[in-house]
């Protein structure tokens, strides 16, 4: 109801439309987040292993542990594709795939790589994932003519991540 309201005053009056990735077109990218998710994703798996391992009785508590670990596992894989698209789709202009060609391809490595942690338990498919997001945060930040370093995270897993040198 609401909306055929507010279609019909649309109609007559022509508002205009916004056009950014959120009302305000801030310009605030960073590939941090995306990498902070598929480091969490690596993490889950990590804990879902040493749960298994671990656990001699399957019962209620090793299952809702288990769902659990799962269910983070697959939200941050999927918020680590949505953090890249974001950047692919919003930044990444003509100009940066043409000084970077191999960032269409990073790109879709991300998004394969981000599904298949989501199907699956397997740490290589994780670490791809990383793998991926890291090499898309290199380049972004080449883009902006920064350069990066690599570090390892300062908690678990302690896999390394590329920072930009500020």
């Known amino acids: 109801m609401v909306y055929k309201c507010l279609n019909f005053i649309d109609g007559i009056f022509k508002f205009g439309r916004a056009k950014a990735h959120c009302d305000i077109p801030c310009g605030i990218y960073d590939p941090i987040f995306a990498q902070i998710y598929a480091l969490t994703v690596v993490r889950m798996v990590d804990l879902m292993q040493q749960l298994a391992d671990e656990t001699i009785d399957k019962g209620i508590e090793f299952h809702n542990k288990l769902s659990r670990l799962i269910a983070a596992k ?48 397997t740490r290589d498919n994780a670490l791809e994932l990383l793998e991926g997001v890291n090499q898309f945060a290199e380049i972004f930040w080449k883009t902006k003519n920064i350069t990066t370093k690599k570090a390892n995270a300062p908690y678990p897993p302690g896999l390394e991540l590329v920072y930009p040198e500020l």
Request: aromatic share 8%.
């Open 74 to 121: 697959e939200e941050h894989a999927e918020k680590c594709k949505h953090e890249i698209r974001i950047i692919f789709g919003d930044y990444i202009k003509k100009n940066h795939v043409e000084q970077f060609p191999e960032l269409p391809g990073v790109f879709h490595k991300v998004m394969q790589h981000g599904s298949k942690a989501r199907q699956t338990v």
